[in-house]
């Protein structure tokens, strides 16, 4: 059995003084959670995250990392970096990054790798964009997306990434994909690891829905079995609203 695994995407949202604060409020809300639940944060609250975390289980995340160790990449942060500050997991690829920052299927890989190498659990964001779907390549766009960003991995290394699909029609916009959707094309993304990486790594792979997700549609998509969980934008951003989300199965 995968253990669920819930986790807010602050986005550009919240101060480090605002983080501590929604932290110090969710904590008490959160303490009997059966899932794995995570705050992935900017990169300045990070210190104020790790220190208001203390003493309860939440996870704290990075939105981005660099692929390379170091060097001359002015604005950016290495694997090493959010290690050394006590950051567990960290998204990678999401769409905004994809549709702002010149995020490519190649750099999703190599931020990967890094991420991997130095002991971070990656979220890897994949999903399509409205027309795609509506042209009926939404299975195969996200194969593709999963395959090249888990390249290089072996099926160890796999097993125990996170995979958050988001359609990128259903973030920030209410509309959420059907419990059904969501679930048939998580099971699509889970046969493309099988078919590479064996059912093993397959069956231990997390998956995440993202796209709206909220306190009131959690139920029904949770529900679904091949969905391991979510990853919430709007929604994490009141410490209330996430914690329903985190205990969808109270
Ligand atoms: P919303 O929950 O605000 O739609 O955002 C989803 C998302 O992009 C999480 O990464």
């Given amino acids: 059995m995968r ?55 939440i996870k704290v995340g990075a939105q981005n990392v660099h692929f390379k160790e170091s060097g001359a990449y002015t604005g950016e942060i290495s694997a090493a970096m959010l290690k050394e500050a006590k950051v567990d997991y960290v998204i990678i690829g999401h769409s905004e990054r994809r549709q702002y920052f010149g995020e490519t299927d190649e750099t999703v890989n190599q931020r990967v790798l890094a991420a991997v190498k130095a002991g971070l659990t990656p979220i890897i964001c994949v999903g399509e964009r409205k027309e795609q779907r509506e042209a009926g390549y939404t299975d195969a766009l996200v194969t593709y997306q999963t395959l090249i960003a888990l390249q290089g991995l072996d099926a160890k290394e796999v097993a125990k990434v996170v995979v958050a699909y988001e359609p990128v029609w259903a973030i920030g916009t ?77």
């Fill in 3 to 57: 253990t669920p695994i819930i986790a807010g995407n602050w986005k550009m949202n919240n101060t480090p003084k605002q983080a501590a604060q929604l932290i110090a409020e969710l904590k008490p809300l959160v303490a009997d959670a059966d899932a794995t639940v995570v705050v992935c944060v900017p990169a300045i609250d990070i210190p104020a995250a790790v220190q208001a975390v203390k003493g309860s289980k």
């Fill in 174 to 250: 209410g509309l959420t994909a059907t419990d059904e959707q969501a679930n048939e094309t998580i099971g699509v993304i889970r046969k493309a690891i099988a078919g590479k990486y064996g059912r093993a790594a397959a069956n231990r792979v997390r998956i995440q829905y993202g796209g709206s997700m909220n306190p009131k549609n959690v139920k029904g998509l949770m529900a679904q079995p091949e969905i391991d969980g979510g990853l919430i934008g709007g929604a994490s951003l009141k410490a209330e609203d996430f914690a329903k989300v985190v205990g969808f199965n109270k």
